[in-house]
């Protein structure tokens, strides 16, 4: 087994950087800098790293010691606290490469010898990436209850209640002479028929966890000039929209991403919904309509000025979730009738920002109603969701079949499928993806 090395820290100039060496050469190669025995596990201590070969001082660093199998990957494990500047991490890292034995951990290699060793599952893992690329509060609170292991509990039970099951089934194959309890085959398809309603509760959950973790979309529309980029550029607090009186202005989709109260929000500007005059225009038309169908929440915006004409292309588009936006009030006499749609509309102001916090609240409150954090755990990945749905499809023949070896066959297929979440099972062809998703800065 190789002894591999890497920048633990964010790349580039700060006060300290980490770099972690993992494997069985980790504490002679430590040793070599040091001139020094080990340290004792998990104590922090401040050594003179040198150069071996030359003997030339490369820094002051703290040396912590993990032997294994009380490491992060399960093996021996040493951290050096380094000064963090550049010059300082090319020496150490020089120095550590001429070493026997020790080379450059690949992207996740660190993470994946700890599932290797039985540190954590597979999608204890995928929650500590999850945890290191979370942007917003709650996608924090998801991240750190999946590292913690609430998902994998939840699917090594469902896991070990249908093992027990196979093998009672299995022991009515294997000997059939002997008396088993009867109804046996009646009482296992109770059990399968308890988890199956279990799992079809956990999967219909409206995607809440893989929205969470990609950011819930939120698209923009309305004619052209009714104020759409301006409201975008108001709620992002930056100009990343351009805005214009000219009509036809926005042409493409425009992304911005905002935090709204811990939770992640895509919001797209999107081009005004006209019969367009050009070409470019009207793909710019085709793209936001296309948008608009694929949005977790549509904000519909119309302008208090033109209101006597009403827009059908975006009062078309109103369904159960959209926000009915109602832009430039500061332009028209108050007291009007700010119902559009048969729905009620939030009076704003993109350029004076009136009425603009009423309407962040009512979008947060959308935002949270769609993926906010609950007790019981979700589910955050399509391939969760994949392997789920072919363990209910497994179960559901299990429960209709007749003979008892076919039953048996089937279970065997429900535990596989739930088995590869966690990565109790035939999972070499999947581990390269999981933890490529390690490559920091991806
Ligand atoms: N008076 C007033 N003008 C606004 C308001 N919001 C936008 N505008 C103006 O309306 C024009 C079109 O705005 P823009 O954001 O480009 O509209 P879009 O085509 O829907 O993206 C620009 O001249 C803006 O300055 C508002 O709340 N009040
Ligand atoms: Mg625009």
Redesign the pocket.
């Given at each position: 087994m190789d002894t591999i090395y890497a920048l633990s820290s964010a790349p580039g100039r700060a006060g300290v950087a980490v770099v972690r060496i993992s494997g069985p050469q980790a504490f002679a190669a430590v040793r070599a800098l040091t001139g020094k025995p080990t340290p004792a596990a998990r104590r922090a201590v401040l050594c003179r790293l040198r150069d071996p070969q030359s003997g030339g001082e490369l820094d002051q660093a703290i040396v912590v010691a993990f032997p294994a199998p009380h490491s992060f990957t399960g093996e021996d494990v040493v951290e050096l606290h380094l000064h963090g500047g550049r010059a300082v991490l090319r020496a150490v890292v020089e120095a550590l490469a001429a070493q026997r034995g020790l080379r450059p951990a690949e992207p996740g290699e660190f993470t994946r010898r700890a599932f290797e060793n039985g540190k954590l599952d597979l999608t204890a893992a995928e929650g500590l990436a999850d945890l290191v690329g979370a942007d917003t509060e709650a996608q924090r609170v998801q991240a750190l209850r999946q590292l913690g292991g609430e998902l994998g509990t939840l699917y090594d039970g469902w896991r070990g209640s249908l093992l027990r099951t196979l093998a009672h089934v299995e022991a009515h194959i294997d000997f059939p002479e002997e008396d088993l309890p009867s109804g046996l085959v009646a009482q296992t398809k109770v059990e399968l028929l308890r988890l199956q309603r279990e799992l079809s509760a956990h999967l219909d959950d409206r995607r809440r966890g893989e929205r969470l973790r990609d950011g819930v979309s939120v698209a923009?529309l309305?004619?052209?000039?009714?104020?759409?980029?301006?409201?975008?550029?108001t709620l992002a607090g930056r100009d990343a929209?351009?805005?214009?009186?000219?009509?036809?202005?926005?042409r493409d989709v425009v992304e911005v991403h905002l935090d709204l109260a811990g939770y992640p929000v895509i919001m797209a500007?999107t081009a005004?919904l006209r019969n367009a005059s050009d070409e470019i225009e009207s793909e710019g038309v085709r793209r936001a309509l296309a948008r608009a169908e694929s949005a977790d929440i549509r904000i519909l915006?119309f302008?208090?000025t033109a209101l006597h004409a009403v827009d059908a292309a975006t009062t078309a588009l109103v369904n159960d979730t959209a926000l009915v936006v109602i832009?430039?009030?500061?332009?028209v006499a108050a007291g009007r009738d700010m119902t559009l749609g048969g729905k009620a509309a939030f009076a704003?102001?993109?350029?004076?920002g009136?009425g603009i916090e009423e309407l962040v609240g009512a979008l947060t409150a959308a935002v949270v109603a769609q993926v906010g954090i609950r007790a019981e755990p979700v589910l955050t990945r399509a391939r969760h969701r994949h392997a789920l749905e072919e363990c209910r499809q497994a179960l559901a023949r299990a429960s209709a079949a007749e003979a008892v070896e076919l039953l048996a066959e089937d279970l065997r297929l429900a535990v596989r499928a739930i088995g590869r979440i966690t990565g109790r099972v035939d999972v070499e062809d999947l581990l390269d993806i999981v933890f490529r998703e390690f490559c920091i800065g991806k």
């Open positions: 923009i309305g004619a052209p000039n009714v104020g759409k980029s301006s409201l975008i550029n929209a351009i805005v214009s009186a000219q009509a036809g202005t926005t500007d005004g915006m302008d208090a832009n430039k009030v500061d332009l704003v102001s993109a350029r004076s009136g």
